[in-house]
């Protein structure tokens, strides 16, 4: 068995922002999708709004996601140490499977 008794705050935190931008970069473009298709059947003068909002939630979604994820992680990293620290880490046990040999 192995036991992680402690994560790096700024390695997890890290991997939690790149992990929420690119879900709130695939998010925003649903939006902007969104926007764009509903804002042209409002009409002409709402077109340019609807896609001016959709492509602006395209790029501040991933960069608000990130900013959340980084601080997700980093508590997350953070609180794990501690509750890690007081009753032992999380245990994991490997297995090695039967080595294929690669042509």
Do not use: H, R
Not at 4 to 25: D, N, P, Q, R
Not at 94 to 103: M, V
């Amino acid at each position: 068995m192995v036991k992680i008794e402690k994560i790096g705050v700024s390695s997890a935190a890290k991997i939690y922002s790149l992990t929420l931008g690119v879900l709130g970069f695939v998010i925003g473009i649903f939006y902007a999708l969104f926007f764009s298709i509903f804002s042209g059947l409002l009409g002409d003068e709402m077109y340019s709004y609807g896609l001016g909002l959709g492509i602006g939630m395209a790029i501040v979604f991933p960069i608000i996601y990130g900013i959340i994820g980084f601080i997700t992680g980093a508590l997350g990293a953070i609180v794990y140490n501690f509750v890690a620290s007081k009753i032992g880490g999380l245990e994991i046990q490997f297995s090695e499977d039967d080595k294929i040999p690669l042509l």
